[in-house]
C-alpha cells in the first residue's frame, strides 16, 4: 500500500511533505483492499469524517461494514446548512496553521447510541501531528446530544487513518485520547 502513495515536498509550504492518498482511488483493486482493512479497523456504528478527503473513505464502509451505519460529516465554513443550535464549531490546529470545522448535533442524533453515549470512531486521510483529530475529539467528548428528550454523551472509541507519518507525533498525542489504528505507516 505504500508503493501507491504519492509525495510532494513543500507542500502547501516549504518544509511540509504533503502525502497524496488519491492514487488509492486510481485503483479498484487497491481501493478495495483498504476499504476492506477500514472496515475491519472501525468498531463503531457512527463515524466521524472530515472533509474531503475523510468523506472518501468513510462512505464506502456503509455498505462495506455491516456495523457501520451512520456518517457524520466534519466541514468546513458554509459547508453545512443547519437549523438554530444545531452547528459545534471546532478550532483546530494543522501543522501548517489553524482552522475552524463543523458538525451537526443532528447528524450524531440520527446514529446508533450504545446505552448512553454515541461511541464514535474518527475516521481521516492523513494522521501527522494529530492537531484535527484531537481538536474534533475533545469537541465532541464535551458534546451533549438530545434525541426524545434523553440527552446522550458522544465517546470517541478510535482513530482511524488510512496513512500515518510516523516520525511527527500524532499517534502518541492521540493515543491518550483513543487507540489509533493507520492502515498504512510510512
Given at each position: 500500500m505504500k508503493d501507491v502513495l504519492k509525495y510532494y515536498k513543500d507542500f502547501p509550504k516549504e518544509g511540509i511533505i504533503f502525502?497524496?492518498?488519491?492514487?488509492?482511488?486510481?485503483n479498484k483493486a487497491v481501493f478495495k483492499e483498504l476499504i476492506s482493512r477500514v472496515a475491519e479497523a472501525t468498531t463503531t456504528p457512527n463515524v466521524i469524517a472530515p472533509e474531503a478527503r475523510g468523506f472518501l473513505f468513510a462512505a464506502p464502509l456503509l455498505t462495506e461494514a455491516q456495523h457501520v451505519e451512520n456518517i457524520v460529516p466534519v466541514r468546513k465554513s458554509g459547508k453545512l446548512p443547519f437549523a438554530e443550535g444545531d452547528l459545534k464549531e471546532v478550532l483546530i490546529e494543522k501543522e501548517y496553521g489553524c482552522d475552524k470545522l463543523y458538525y451537526r448535533l443532528s447528524d450524531i442524533a440520527v446514529g446508533k447510541p450504545t446505552g448512553d453515549t454515541f461511541e464514535?470512531?474518527?475516521?481521516?486521510?492523513?494522521?501527522?501531528?494529530?492537531?484535527?483529530?484531537?481538536?474534533?475529539?475533545?469537541?465532541l467528548e464535551s458534546t451533549k446530544v438530545m434525541v426524545d428528550g434523553k440527552e446522550y454523551g458522544v465517546k470517541v472509541k478510535e482513530f482511524v487513518f488510512i496513512v500515518e507519518i510516523g516520525d511527527l507525533g500524532g499517534k502518541a498525542r492521540l493515543e491518550k485520547i483513543a487507540p489509533v489504528r493507520s492502515i498504512t505507516v510510512i
Open positions: 502525502v497524496d492518498i488519491i492514487p488509492y482511488l486510481q464514535v470512531t474518527i475516521l481521516d486521510d492523513v494522521l501527522a501531528t494529530g492537531g484535527t483529530a484531537e481538536g474534533l475529539a475533545e469537541s
